[in-house]
């Protein structure tokens, strides 16, 4: 079965931009109409010649105007009114295209941002956030320079061409083939010159991208860099990739730059040609001293902008390889898609069960394997186990950050995947070992999943995480601005906040994926006390290092290989003697040392 043709970029843009349509149409009209009177100075010039020559017996004089002073003060009112529209249309012009070209930009960059949000987890997971962030901000950028610049630049020189082509057959056929015997040769230079940058500026916008992704890549890790001494290392990776985007470049200018001193020796041979061959039919009575002045002039007006169409096509490449980026993003259909049905749960602690789940983050490598668990609800839970176990996987798949493979995943006994994704998310309260802060003040991070909690709810949610008292010692306390990615904080406080968070939110569902990994075993001990008084409200799923956080819940999960290997309370999982006991011993001192296939995360 053949595959449709891939439509050109500019088609897709079109299809794109359909809401677009009034202003571009506005936009064009007011390019065309500048041009047309932007081209009447040459025909006034000639005017004045053929007043001056011929005085009774000009054109303007044909008119109802006999007198060459009458037909001079004409010609200047003419030209006031004719200069004045050219300076409103060219307004106009300016401000409808850089309008429409900053809302294009503004509403592709929100789009392809909205699309990148919805999008499952393994493709963010795929790509550098430096290349995403090179689509978002350059990629969108590049088009809005072509629309600001290059698409009035196109308009009027197309305009150019018909409207003075329509004048040099009406005034001298027989000279105005020369003029644009140029014509054919500079489009069909255009058209070759297109085909041949286009694969140029793909692979340039390949190489900003990679940049992009190694510098975003070394600036968030740039403490590890410091503290490796790495910092010349990290230069000359930087030096490759920038050093690769010039030669991506320099290839695409090396041909970019020919372009338009080829155009301009086409453009003399034009001008040239008619300025002889034109003279000559002058000086033998065969045209008019003014239509030949008109002819001279227009010829300049139609071959000369001709020699820009070089840096157009240039900008419009730069601009079409960075749409196909775009819109290809765009175009990216997420693969974990929302279901139809509403969750609404009458019960605030709803039970999660497993049954038969299979799941591989690449194919012939199961993370999970036929795993059944039965969460009650209103119940503490954990899952412990090696690295790679499958225990963080639980949650991804918990929160539809992935799909499952096989088997389904049931919550208060409905499939996840029949339920709108946004109501099952609101519907849990997720604690990651990687906290995340934004940008902003501890105030704002802590209301991020509850925007109208009110102040005392705050405070409520930060003495539950054992969090209040050290947000008190801050030098602006909940006013004060924890930095990107809240670094001006330690590990243990990012961790505090990010559980206070998810207290706020108030969710049905608390999940802690390692939770307590940061902290002391004083703000330990606390954090567990918290978590047990809150627990009784929610179903609690937790995932611990520590199994001391975990030894009062009510079912632990032992995982192996993407198995269920053991399940029990602390006590039967210690009398079982199997891996949970071998691992007690281990944390509490035991033994002295811990086998390979038993380690934690």
């Given amino acids: 079965m053949n595959e449709a043709p891939v439509a050109s970029p500019l088609t897709r843009l079109w ?41 009774e017996g000009s054109l303007l004089a044909s008119w109802g105007f006999p007198s060459p002073r009458e037909q001079l003060m004409v010609l200047a009112v003419l030209t006031f009114l004719i200069w004045t529209l050219e300076s409103v249309f060219e307004y106009a012009y300016a401000v409808l295209w850089r309008n429409l070209a900053q809302s294009v930009q503004h509403d592709l960059r929100l789009e392809a941002y909205s699309r990148l949000q919805g999008l499952e987890l393994a493709y963010l997971e795929d790509r550098s956030t430096g290349g995403l962030m090179a689509i978002l901000n350059d990629d969108v950028n590049q088009l809005e320079r072509f629309l600001d610049v290059g698409a009035n630049e196109v308009l009027q020189v197309l305009t150019t061409v018909v409207l003075v082509g329509a004048a040099f057959f009406y005034l001298a056929p027989s000279v105005a083939w020369m003029s644009f015997v140029p014509v054919p040769l500079i489009l069909w230079g255009s058209l070759r010159f297109q085909k ?94 003014g239509a030949y ?27 079409m390889a960075s749409t196909v980026r775009v819109l290809d993003l765009l175009d990216t259909q997420p693969q974990v898609v929302s279901g ?30 036929g795993l059944d668990l039965d969460i009650e609800g209103g119940s503490t839970t954990a899952l412990v186990g090696a690295t790679g176990s499958g225990k963080t996987t639980v949650l991804k798949l918990l929160m539809r950050f992935y799909d499952v493979d096989s088997g389904r995943i049931l919550l208060d006994g409905r499939d996840i995947r029949t339920l709108r994704l946004g109501d099952l998310r609101t519907t849990i309260a997720f604690v990651s070992q990687d906290v995340f802060l934004f940008q902003g003040t501890v105030r704002e991070n802590l ?15 930060a003495r539950a995480a054992e969090a209040h008292d050290f947000i008190l010692e801050l030098p602006q ?20 906040l990010s559980i206070a968070r ?67 309370d602390h006590e039967t999982l210690l009398a079982r003697d199997g891996i949970y006991a071998s691992l007690w011993r281990v944390q509490t001192g035991r033994v002295g040392s811990l086998p390979a296939e038993a380690s934690l995360d």
């Fill in 15 to 55: 299809r794109y931009a359909s809401a677009y349509r009034g202003p571009l149409l506005l936009a064009t009209l007011c390019s065309i109409l500048n041009k047309a009177v932007d081209l009447a100075p040459p025909v006034l010039i000639g005017a004045a010649v053929d007043i001056v020559v011929r005085r």
């Fill in 340 to 369: 139809p049905e509403r969750l609404e749960l009458a019960d605030r602690r709803p039970g999660i069960r497993l049954e038969d789940v299979t799941f591989s983050y690449q194919l012939g490598y199961p993370a999970l394997d």
């Fill in 447 to 461: 209301i991020y999943g509850r925007p109208a909690a009110t102040a005392d709810e705050i405070v409520a949610a």
């Fill in 477 to 496: 306390g909940y006013d004060t601005v924890v930095g990107e990615r809240g670094q001006k904080l330690s590990g243990g406080q990012r961790q505090r």
């Fill in 196 to 289: 041949q940058i286009q694969p140029r500026y793909a692979e340039v916008r390949e190489r900003v991208a990679s940049l992009s992704a190694q510098l975003a890549n070394n600036l968030g890790g740039i403490s590890t860099i410091q503290s490796f001494v790495a910092e010349e290392r990290e230069v000359e990776r930087i030096r490759e990739e920038s050093d690769a985007y010039r030669r991506a470049n320099r290839k695409a200018i090396q041909l970019s730059s020919a372009f338009s001193p080829l155009i301009r020796i086409a453009v003399l041979i034009g001008f040239t040609a008619t300025l002889l061959y034109g003279g000559f039919l002058a000086l033998d009575g065969g045209l008019e001293v």
């Fill in 502 to 568: 998810a207290v706020l939110k108030e969710a049905p569902i608390l999940v802690l994926d390692e939770a307590t990994s940061a902290v002391d075993n004083e703000t330990e001990a606390a954090i567990q006390r918290s978590i047990a008084r809150i627990s009784h409200q929610r179903t609690t799923l937790v995932i611990a290092h520590r199994l001391s956080t975990i030894r009062s819940a009510d079912r632990i999960y032992v995982l192996e290989g993407g198995r269920l290997a053991e399940e029990g």
């Fill in 293 to 319: 002045s008109v002819l001279v002039f227009l010829t300049q007006r139609l071959l000369w902008p001709l020699t820009r169409l070089g840096q157009t096509f240039d900008l419009y490449q730069r601009a």
